[in-house]
């Protein structure tokens, strides 16, 4: 069974630049969140999706965004990117049951120079 | 607020040794607690269900909601436990979730 799999593992951009991140699931997951890893705050969460429906947000500025396709792959987007944007940004799945956990991607590490 | 507290940063331990990672929550709510493992240039895996009161390549955690703690535990640390844990706290009406700033164990031979 494959795992979560996340697109690009390594990205640099400039400011002001914005970038889309992907995320595919493990199939037969429905639900997918966002998080954001930082050696100062940690891992945050930024959203979750759910059946294509956004259910829950992080405490993020709106520049951050995502979506989520019929077949459960989603999307982050992060425009007008900050030096500060620099993380690792996690994808995880679980089935519709979240208490069962959340299968975690290896994550895209996006530098904003 | 909810919050997740993990006091150590470092648990530096000798091979054979117990171990336990402490974890503290705060959540108004009934909780939701797991604990997460992140090895060495490897993905963050989830190591432990509280509510599957299981026990997985010897940790256990028991849920202890008077002192609001859900530590980490095993009798003889092995060096291939060696890596940053992280406890967790699922929100119920959100299944959004809180992570502790992680703890990285370090079992020496």
């Known amino acids: 069974k494959a795992g979560v799999t996340q697109t690009p593992r390594y990205l640099i951009k400039t400011r002001g630049q914005q970038v889309t991140l992907s995320c595919s699931p493990i199939?037969?997951?429905?639900?997918v969140s966002w998080y954001q890893q930082t050696p100062g705050q940690g891992l945050q969460f930024l959203f979750e999706y759910f059946s294509e429906t956004q259910r829950n947000k992080g405490n993020f500025p709106g520049r951050f965004s995502g979506r989520q396709f019929s077949n459960s792959r989603s999307e982050m987007n992060v425009s007008t990117l900050e030096l500060g944007d620099s993380a690792l940004y996690l994808c995880?799945?679980?089935?519709?049951?979240?208490?069962?956990?959340?299968?975690f991607g290896s994550g895209t590490r996006l530098t904003v120079v | 607020a909810q919050r997740v507290t993990q006091p150590e940063k470092l648990l530096s331990v000798f091979k054979g040794a117990p171990v336990e990672l402490k974890c503290n929550y705060s959540?108004?709510?009934?909780?939701?607690l797991f604990w997460y493992v992140q090895y060495s240039r490897q993905r963050l895996q989830l190591l432990l269900r509280?509510?599957s009161r299981e026990s997985i390549k010897g940790f256990t955690a028991d849920l202890n909601k008077g002192e609001t703690s859900f530590h980490l535990k095993k009798p003889f640390a092995q060096e291939e436990d060696s890596a940053m844990y992280y406890c967790a706290l699922s929100e119920s009406n959100t299944g959004k979730l809180i992570f502790g700033q992680g703890t990285t164990l370090q079992v020496k031979p």
């Open positions: 959540y108004s709510g009934s909780p939701e």
């Open positions: 995880a799945s679980s089935p519709w049951d979240r208490n069962y956990g959340y299968t």
């Open positions: 199939s037969g997951h429905r639900s």
């Open positions: 509280h509510i």
